[in-house]
């Protein structure tokens, strides 16, 4: 089901119209009430008039999350906090959030965003939606929630964690679509099949997956063990959250991105320069509708490529193919987002260690794990057992409060993390997804 | 009263040890107690040795992490309650082992303890009043 008939198959001539005249307003408004879009733009030479076609999007400088780091928390807001009536945050690349806000008519235009991304992926009214996403800063809870009640489907507001227990309500209540990132969907089918749950009690039919990257050949995986469609997602809190793009499914290929709020773009992630439509770089977002946290030219650091080629579904946007990798280093652990920079800024805190390390990152049956290697130096070595497990202990304490999710640390000896010439190769990336 | 050990970090993987005792044993350093704690990732291996300065400037140069620390070798009759009589002078006097290891020399007699301490003044005042008898430094780099 196409849920907004209206926008959804606009031809593509309106969608544009739609968008030069939405850029054209937003831009207007952030420099006249955001500084550093009106700094960024001065340094630049553009002014608000200067943006006559969507070709002139390319004049605006990009904004990138050092620039929200600068400006942390709320000084890239478009309205006085009094008109925001929620916040919510992402990792960070140093000890500080990303934060972003919403006014009432944001948080409607998300709701209406994710009741097309449901309707998007099958999902409708009758359904039971079990929504295994976090509640909380991160947007994946709250965002599928709205629009799961806007859509007039029952939401099941479980968010994540204690698994045995989710696949109880998932039975006892009737859950028939499944919302979580595509490793926790991963880690459920493997408590069913250990706990010896008739999978013929369980009635989920469809799972939205996303907040991570993931390959075909999980989807075959999870399709196969749970017996369902899964989807991709995407989304990102400083666009919005989850609700930017998603698959149909009728296609199951290429995520489609609801254009009449967003404008998105390839560009070459060393020169900056756009490229054509179809060929693979960094997506860039400018979005067209927000009202709080308005942002132009955004860069994600995701790659990926734009597919123009009209779909099945008989939605008209364009689609975007499922994100492959990074233009940096950032790493996604269980569904929350990791820069080493965080890494180093927590053990650059704890007296003696040396900023020699580096981040192992694997998966255990269907889960990440990450261990931070630290080379012992004299500073931090004793000849007690416990108080080198203690160090240990208190980095491992101090990295889940910073990171938001757990690792774990090794003391390694020194000199055998590779020294690299140039840039250290901090991460290393075991897994197969 | 005091004698100096060093202690070297080791990750737990094969020929680590090894590699340690081929060191010193290049370095004609000869070894006097060891002893070796362990984690499930890690082991802390503690030895007095001849020569200790000069089998810490080995190490180092071979990329080991390496420190030095104090501890006290006690003489214990190598009999029943040997060891029980010189923790009863400890007791009650607010004094911690932090770990200890035991060798017994070749003559058979008496067997050699070495403790490392918390609090190394206090305990040393403690087992000299009750008459322990402590190892100079010397005696057992020499042994």
């Known amino acids: 089901m196409i849920w907004n008939e209206e926008f959804e198959t606009l031809p593509r001539e309106a969608i544009e119209a739609i968008q030069l005249k939405r850029l054209q307003s937003v831009v207007e408004r952030v420099y006249a009430t955001v500084a550093p879009y009106r700094k960024k733009m001065d340094e630049a030479g553009v002014k608000p008039e200067d943006i006559k076609s969507l070709d002139d999007l390319r004049r605006l400088p990009f904004t990138t999350k050092d620039d929200l780091r600068e400006n942390y928390p709320f000084g890239m807001f478009a309205v006085p906090l009094e008109r925001v009536v929620r916040v919510h945050a992402s990792s960070g690349t140093t000890g500080k959030p990303t934060v972003v806000g919403y006014t009432r008519r944001d948080i409607d235009t998300w709701a209406e965003l994710m009741a097309r991304t449901l309707a998007c992926a099958g999902v409708h009214r009758g359904d039971v939606v079990h929504n295994a996403y976090g509640y909380g800063l991160f947007t994946g809870g709250l965002g599928f929630h709205y629009g799961a009640e806007r859509l007039g489907a029952t939401v099941i507001p479980i968010s994540g964690g204690n698994t045995k227990r989710q696949i109880m309500i998932m039975k006892d209540f009737g859950s028939t679509v499944l919302t979580c990132t595509p490793s926790y969907a991963l880690n459920i089918a493997d408590v069913i099949r250990e706990t010896n749950v008739d999978s013929s009690e369980l009635k989920i039919r469809v799972g939205i997956f996303g907040a991570e990257p993931w390959s075909e050949n999980m989807r075959e995986e999870i399709e196969k063990k749970l017996g369902i469609d899964a989807i991709d997602i995407y989304g990102l809190s400083e666009i919005m959250g989850p609700g930017v793009s998603v698959e149909c499914i009728e296609k199951k290929h290429g995520l489609h991105i609801f254009e009449d709020h967003f404008i998105p773009e390839i560009i070459d992630p060393q ?163 | 009263m005091k004698v100096e050990q060093i202690s070297i970090f080791l990750e737990n993987k094969s ?35 001849n020569d200790t300065e000069k089998a810490k400037a080995v190490l180092k140069e071979n990329g080991f992490t390496v420190g030095k620390t104090e501890v006290v070798a006690i003489e214990v009759p190598d009999r029943p309650g040997g060891l029980a009589g010189i923790l009863e002078a400890l007791e009650g006097k607010d004094i911690n082992v932090e770990y200890m290891y035991a060798f017994v020399q070749s003559s058979g007699e008496n067997a050699i303890i070495i403790f490392r301490f918390d609090e190394l003044e206090k305990a040393i005042a403690a087992l000299q009043e009750a008459g322990v008898r402590i190892l100079k430094g010397e005696e057992v780099y020499a042994l």
């Open chain 1, 271 to 433: 020169t900056g320069e756009v490229l054509p439509p179809g060929e693979k770089g960094e997506l860039v977002f400018t979005t067209l509708t927000k009202e709080a946290f308005p942002v132009i030219r955004y860069r994600t650091r995701d790659i990926t490529r734009l597919i123009t080629e009209p779909c099945i579904c008989g939605r008209t946007f364009y689609r975007m193919e499922k994100v492959t990798g990074r233009s940096d280093d950032m790493l996604i652990i269980r569904g929350v987002n990791v820069f080493p920079s965080q890494i180093e800024h927590v053990l650059m805190s704890v007296e003696g260690v040396e900023p020699h390390y580096q981040i192992i990152v694997d998966r255990e049956g269907a889960l990440d794990v990450m261990e931070v290697q630290v080379e012992v130096s004299e500073d931090i070595f004793s000849d007690e057992i416990k108080v080198l497990e203690g160090l240990a202990k208190r980095i491992e304490q101090e990295m889940k409060e910073t990171l938001s999710v757990s690792c774990k640390v090794r003391l390694v000896e020194p000199k055998t993390i590779q020294r690299s010439e140039g840039k250290a190769k901090r991460v290393i990336d075991k897994r197969k997804i």
């Open chain 2, 15 to 49: 020929g680590r040890l090894a590699e340690v005792t081929r060191i010193l044993s290049q370095a004609g350093i000869n070894i006097r107690a060891l002893s070796l704690a362990d984690t499930s990732d890690f082991g802390i291996l503690r030895l007095i040795v």
